[in-house]
Each structure stands twice: as C-alpha cells, then as structure tokens.
C-alpha cells in the first residue's frame, strides 16, 4: 500500500471515530448523564483543538515559533462578544456572522503583524508575536466598555485608578468589558454541537492546505530554506 492511500484510509478512521465520539457524547448530554458544567467544559476542549490546529499550521508545518495566537484569539472573541450584544438576530444567525466578524477582524491584525514579520525567523519572529500577544493581553486588561442610550462608551484604565463608574452610563446602562474582569452581559449561544463542526471544518481546511501545492511549498521552506528557495519557491510569500 503507497503512502498517499495509508493517509487516507488513517483520515477516514480518524474521521469516523470523530463522528463516533460526537455521536456518544450527544446522547450522553441529550439523556443526562453529562451535566451543563462538563458541557461547558467540552465547549472549551473545542475551542482549544482549533487553536492547537491552527498552531500546528506554523509552528509544525512551517517549522516557525509563533507564540502571538492568543492575541488574535482575543481580538476575535472580543470582537465577536460586542458583535452579538448589540444584534438582536436569531442565535443560528448570529453565531455564524459573529465568527464571520470576529475572524475577519482577527484577519486584519494578522496581516498587520504578519508583513513586517514576513522575513523574519527563528527567536526573532518568536519575540516579535510574543510582543504582539503580551501588547494585546495589557490592553484586554485594561479595556472598559459599556453601553447606554447615547451609544458605546470606552475607556482605557491604564493607571489603574478608574472603573465602570468612570464612563458615566445612565441608570439603564450595562458594563460590556470590565477590564481583567473580562466580558460581561453577553449570552452564551455557543454548543457543543457549533463546536464540533468547526473542528471538522478546521481539520479539513488544515489537512487539504497541507497536501496542496502550497502545503508542499511550505513544508519544504521548513525542511531547508535555502534549497526551497534555490529552486524558485518565494519564501515570503508562502509564509
């Protein structure tokens, strides 16, 4: 048997022990047995295999240190928590067109921070994102946002001496964003269910890149650098 349908037979079993497991633990949830906090555990568990998937993208394929992840994570899920506070839109609506805003916004840094780290590699590129996270974790910290009649209203509590209190919302006013405190007032639309499908669209687009020209281009940067690009492959491109 050749390489190319062992890889396939092994991703059809992955996948179907994948199915297996949603199906089990489903059942599991719709009977009882699991209860709303380890649901809520699971939920996480999800979130956590896309990052580890996505991570896998730079750090295994492309052989790079990339340590800024949870940076975009935050931008994304921040984004997405403003987003479905103010719309009021059906849950199966909004889920999707939050992950559709929170990504794109998450997008758009990535490409910001991604340019002038293009050329750089190794520890350089590592301090670089570290930076970036660590730049976002502070302001995340110290972010402060609320809403009222009059609109949104934000502050940065940088010497640690305001609070909600300080953005003057009226009586019927609700705290978004209480700095270290994290995301206030949103409701969790997400499942078990969203999070699963997400996994498998994730793996998916990560397994065929991977087996793809480009995917190929990529891992043969990671695999000697000079002779991918002594044979014409534009490094900063495919990174």
Not at 32 to 53: K, N
Not at 92 to 111: D, Q
Request: glycine share 12%.
């Amino acid at each position: 048997m050749d390489k190319a349908k062992w890889t396939a037979q092994s991703r059809r079993r992955n996948l179907a022990a994948l199915v297996l497991g949603f199906v089990l633990l489903y059942g599991m949830m719709q009977t009882g047995l699991i209860s709303m906090q380890y649901q809520g555990i699971m939920i996480t568990i999800g979130i956590y295999v896309l990052l580890a998937a996505s991570l896998n993208l730079t750090t295994g394929v492309l052989g790079e240190l990339v340590l800024g992840h949870a940076g975009f994570m935050s931008i994304g899920a921040y984004t997405a928590a403003l987003f479905t506070l103010h719309m009021d839109l059906p849950g199966m609506v909004e889920f999707p067109l939050a992950l559709l805003v929170g990504g794109g916004l998450a997008a758009v840094f990535g490409v910001f921070i991604g340019m002038p780290a293009l050329r750089l590699r190794g520890d350089y590129l590592a301090i670089v994102t570290l930076a970036f996270g660590e730049i976002i974790k502070e302001l995340v910290n110290c972010l402060l946002v609320g809403w009222d009649s009059r609109g949104l209203h934000v502050a940065l509590n940088l010497t640690g001496d305001k609070s909600i209190a300080d953005l003057g919302l009226e009586t019927e006013g609700i705290a978004i964003i209480k700095g270290a405190q994290g995301a206030t007032s949103t409701a969790t639309i997400s499942t078990f269910t969203a999070g699963f499908v997400l996994v498998l669209i994730t793996l998916f687009v990560v397994l065929n890149l991977k087996d793809s020209r480009a995917g190929r281009a990529i891992m043969a940067l990671r695999d000697n650098s000079i002779a991918a690009e002594s044979v014409g492959l534009n490094l900063t491109k495919y990174k």
